[in-house]
T-cell receptor, first 115, second 113 residues
Framework: AQKITQTQPGMFVQEKEAVTLDCTYD???????LFWYKQPSSGEMIFLIY??????QNATEGRYSLNFQKARKSANLVISASQLGDSAMYFC????????????FGKGTMLLVSP | NAGVTQTPKFQVLKTGQSMTLQCAQD?????MSWYRQDPGMGLRLIHY???????DQGEVPNGYNVSRSTTEDFPLRLLSAAPSQTSVYFC????????????FGSGTRLTVV
């Protein structure tokens, strides 16, 4: 079974609008971390934001926020005031405390920001 | 501070050839991983290591070999390249606790013909 599900293969948004990228996860661990990475067309993996399973407040990093709903096992990324440079592939990932704590990725969402 | 360094950036191999993708990190991270990225598949874990001398298989280990003799280096060996191994390969490293994300190298684009 997939541990990380990103149901939106592609999303379109106009510049200056907000966009939400969906991510649901599956784990039986009580302690885990959720991450979002951005991959622009140049190919590098850029860390955006982190949410711990015990964090009571949603994480924020500049224009990025993570809408964490633990009971629903969702960790959606919200990008406010989209910019052309936000066009990229976005990956949701989870790191569980149990086992050897590797990073498990979803299949990604391609975001295109239009002028 | 170099972070995670992968070499080479691009490589073309013939079917049956072997090669080693190099990965080095200078952050004293215990954990290191190799991923492959294919269109529509996200990043899939090939092998990982939780410290020098300790390695294990990930989701897609067949056709690949790893070793970790030092904390800094984690090379990935393709034993006999196949066209199905055409992919982009990423090396990543992290501290052991789950609160830490992984730092990624810039990737190696491998084509097997």
């Amino acid at each position: 079974a997939q541990k990380i599900t990103q149901t939106q293969p592609g999303m379109f948004v106009q510049e200056k609008e907000a966009v939400t990228l969906d991510c649901t996860y599956d784990t039986s661990d009580q302690s885990y971390g959720l991450f979002w990475y951005k991959q622009p067309s140049s190919g590098e993996m850029i860390f955006l934001i982190y949410q711990g399973s015990y964090d009571e407040q949603n994480a924020t990093e500049g224009r990025y926020s993570l809408n964490f709903q633990k009971a629903r096992k969702s960790a959606n990324l919200v990008i406010s005031a989209s910019q052309l440079g936000d066009s990229a592939m976005y990956f949701c990932a989870m790191r569980e405390v149990s086992g050897y704590s590797t990073l498990t990725f979803g299949k990604g969402t391609m975001l295109l920001v239009s002028p | 501070n170099a972070g995670v360094t992968q070499t080479p950036k691009f490589q073309v191999l013939k079917t049956g050839q072997s090669m080693t993708l190099q990965c080095a990190q200078d952050m004293n991270h215990e954990y290191m991983s190799w991923y492959r990225q294919d269109p529509g598949m996200g990043l899939r874990l090939i092998h990982y290591s939780v410290g020098a001398g300790i390695t294990d298989q990930g989701e897609v280990p067949n056709g690949y070999n790893v070793s970790r003799s030092t904390t800094e280096d984690f090379p990935l060996r393709l034993l006999s390249a196949a066209p199905s191994q055409t992919s982009v390969y990423f090396c990543a490293s992290s501290y052991g606790q789950a609160v830490y994300g992984y730092t990624f190298g810039s990737g190696t684009r491998l084509t097997v013909v």
